[in-house]
């Protein structure tokens, strides 16, 4: 439909001689959910640090709108919409969600000098984008951030991203500390995101997850990816299979099979 | 505001302990307590130590520490006094090139601590020995004298070094603006978010867009001038300045600190907290002359106000988080 929001072209990236990531082309369009599935160690990681501006690729391209851009610093990556959200959500866990919402970009009454940090304003707005994204139960923005559960963090955070304007949503393993209720919410989020437009990429290695609410699935084995396709085009124990490195699960239910006989 | 909400904010533990210490020298001790109320000796140290502690809560609450304060104070009243007594300066050059040294030692601090990955504890524990070892060669080499003494003009002693109803040092009232101005800040203004969201995590902080580098610096010059502040008072009060002491201020500033709710590793903390801990101080290390405990125990009783004050808070902090779930799962 439209033309990606976020591209790679041919992007490598190693560290001194250890190559990382090799060959790296994906498109991630607005309003579609990139899976990005791998073991560990595949360069998940290290591939989203190269999308949110911890690390610049070695060689290769990373095209915005069409256009090739750089992102020298997280800062630069955010200022351009790329937010990301890393697992455990909000940072500040001993900060009101209000504050902690507003970090860096607080409302203010007054003026000049005499400019106060507007509260009410803050929590009013803090709890509003949450409950618009459906988490009902924050209804405090004076509550403490680390007093909510994951996936309320999480929410709290996506939340964040989508106010200040994000186009871009990288989640890294988000569901990978939560319960299964819990992960829930965090997919109904994610799809929520992804309804309001945003390119998501989603970042997992549990296959579960990424079916819910992916359109798009790239697998990433020893830091090339080895698969890309879309959604219905490939059963779970094929993506499974895909993930552990091809044959080697298959083999290992073999083996246990022989045993058993 | 109900008692939950109450209980959720960083300053509950210090109520308590300042409470359960008056308490303990009213009962065990007899203590009148009109005549405590009315004692200008804990005032006096509180507005002294307040004035310190402020800031190095502040930073505390960054997640940083600033210990040089110990050297600053006496390297305050010395400048003071060398510059104006001994060469005989006006006082406005003497208090000037103070607070200047203080800016300059901060400075220094922030610097370093912004480009270096070394601990604050380590950064300030260098400069205090650097600027004790200064302030002694100083002196010796100026004056000949580690002790100088100083005739600063009325209007100087009146605004900084007097006796107010011949008891109560006139810093009491400096104690009380520096309070609300860092109220203001960290409470009022968005810049205290900045300290906050610095204090909880950095990295996040400065991703955020806050400038961590410039506060970081500001809130060490801070602390090192509001040191040599207090410095400059006391060498107008008492009409000399000595080279030593000041030492004494750190752990009781950390532990006035500590005692009202700030969390050591930063990112939580109030100022209301801070003046309610450093009262605590004050009024354990001093409170025991109006009772009939042996004196000997002082240190003592600070300890266990220290401890009973560390575990309440960390109680406290825990309620605060767990506030959310309870109240969720009465709605559920």
């Known amino acids: 439909m439209t033309a990606p929001i976020l591209e790679l072209k041919g992007v490598n990236k190693s560290f001194g001689p250890i190559d990382v990531l090799f060959d790296i082309n994906l498109k991630i369009k607005a309003g579609e959910v990139l899976c990005l599935l791998g073991d560990n160690g595949a360069g998940k990681s290290t591939l989203i640090r190269l999308l949110s501006g911890v690390h610049q690729p070695s060689s290769g391209q990373i095209l915005m709108d069409g256009a090739a851009v750089s992102f020298p610093s997280p800062r630069a990556a955010s200022e351009q919409g790329i937010a990301t959200v890393h697992q455990f959500g909000g940072t500040f866990p001993l900060m009101s969600i209000g504050r902690s919402f507003f970090v860096g970009v607080e409302p203010t009454k007054g003026w000049g000098p005499f400019k106060r940090y507007d509260r009410k304003t803050a929590n009013e707005i803090a709890v509003k984008a949450v409950q618009d994204f459906g988490i009902t139960r924050i209804d405090d923005g004076d509550r403490l951030v680390g007093g909510l559960s994951g996936g309320e963090r999480q929410s709290l955070a996506i939340a964040r991203a989508v106010h200040f304007g994000a186009r871009v949503l990288i989640l890294d393993e988000p569901t990978a500390a939560l319960g299964v209720k819990q992960a829930t919410h965090v997919l109904r989020i994610v799809n929520e995101a992804k309804r309001r437009g945003l390119a998501v990429v989603f970042i997992t290695h549990q296959v579960m997850h990424a079916m819910a609410v992916g359109d798009h699935f790239a697998v990433l084995i020893r830091g090339a990816v080895a698969a890309d396709f879309g959604k219905g085009e490939k059963t779970r124990e094929e993506i499974t299979d895909l993930m552990a490195g091809g044959a080697s699960m298959a083999n290992l239910e073999a083996e246990i099979e022989a045993q058993a006989q | ?332």
């Not at chain 2, 500033?253 to 907290?273: E, F, H, K, P, Q």
Request: positive net charge; glycine residues 12%.
């Open chain 2, 1 to 332: 505001m109900n008692l939950s909400n109450l209980t959720r904010r960083p300053e509950f533990g210090s109520v308590l302990s300042l409470i359960a210490v008056i308490a303990f020298y009213v009962l065990c001790g007899g203590v009148n307590l009109g005549q405590l109320a009315g004692a200008a000796s804990w005032v006096n140290l509180a507005a002294n130590l307040g004035i310190v502690a402020l800031p190095v809560g502040l930073l505390m609450i960054a997640g940083e520490i600033d210990i040089s304060i110990g050297a600053m104070i006496p390297a305050g009243s010395m400048t003071v006094a060398i510059l104006s007594g001994h060469f005989g300066l006006p006082i406005t050059v003497g208090i000037a090139g103070a607070l200047a040294l203080g800016l300059i030692v901060g400075l220094v601090n922030g610097l370093i601590a912004t480009r270096t990955s070394v601990p604050t504890l380590i950064i300030t524990l260098g400069t205090l020995m650097v600027v004790q070892g200064l302030i002694l060669s100083a002196a010796m080499f100026l004056t000949g004298n580690a002790s100088v003494s100083l005739a600063p003009p009325d209007w100087a002693k009146a605004a900084l070094g007097q006796m107010m109803a011949g008891k109560y040092q006139i810093i009491i009232l400096w104690w009380a603006g520096f309070a609300a101005a860092f109220f203001w800040l960290l409470h009022v203004s968005p810049v205290g978010n900045w300290i906050l969201a610095m204090g909880g995590d950095q990295t996040s902080a400065r991703n955020a867009g806050i400038p961590t580098v410039r506060l970081k610096i500001a809130l060490f010059m801070l602390s090192a001038t509001a040191a040599a502040f207090v410095g400059v008072c006391g060498a107008i009060q008492f009409n000399s300045a000595q080279v030593s002491g000041g030492m004494g201020y750190i752990f009781n500033a950390i532990c006035a600190i500590v005692v009202g709710g700030v969390l050591l590793t930063g990112g939580y903390g109030s100022v209301l907290g801070i003046v309610l801990g450093t009262i605590t101080f004050a009024i354990v290390s001093q409170g025991i002359y109006f009772t009939q405990i042996e004196r000997n125990w002082a240190n003592l009783i600070i300890g266990i106000t220290l401890l009973g004050a560390v575990a309440m808070n960390e109680t406290f902090r825990k309620m605060a988080l767990g506030a959310a779930s309870k109240k969720k799962r009465a709605k559920a």
